[in-house]
Nanobody, 115 residues
Framework: QVQLVESGGGLVQPGGSLRLSCAAS????????MGWYRQAPGKQRELVAI???????NYADSVKGRFTISRDNAKNTVYLQMNSLKPEDTAVYSC?????????WGQGTQVTVSS
């Protein structure tokens, strides 16, 4: 079993920045993929960004150029740096680990972008 714990959410003004972190409870062997997803009220969950254990990344079009995903394999942690935040980025952000035949999810962290 692997537990994922997210942190870093909160309230920020439009144009501001936040960094989310997601720490796994133990080391994860390769290959694996970690990613961030978000779900706004009344909407389906959507992919934000993913990163493989080899460092390849992929982003939703809506966040390209504003968000950066990275990982520290030594710390079993994935990060999401979010810049130039917009009100439409408001959502619960959840971390996912795809490893072996299973997907593991964190509990989610709220990000609210509002003046």
């Amino acid at each position: 079993q692997v537990q994922l714990v997210e942190s870093g959410g909160g309230l920020v003004q439009p144009g501001g920045s936040l960094r989310l972190s997601c720490a796994a409870s133990r080391s994860i062997s390769s290959p694996n993929t970690m990613g961030w997803y978000r779900q706004a009220p009344g909407k389906q969950r959507e992919l934000v960004a993913i990163i493989t254990s080899g460092g390849s990344t992929n982003y939703a079009d809506s966040v390209k150029g504003r968000f950066t995903i990275s990982r520290d394999n030594a710390k079993n942690t994935v990060y999401l740096q979010m810049n130039s935040l917009k009100p439409e980025d408001t959502a619960v952000y959840s971390c996912k680990l795809a490893y072996g035949w299973r997907d593991y999810w964190g509990q989610g962290t709220q990000v609210t972008v509002s003046s």
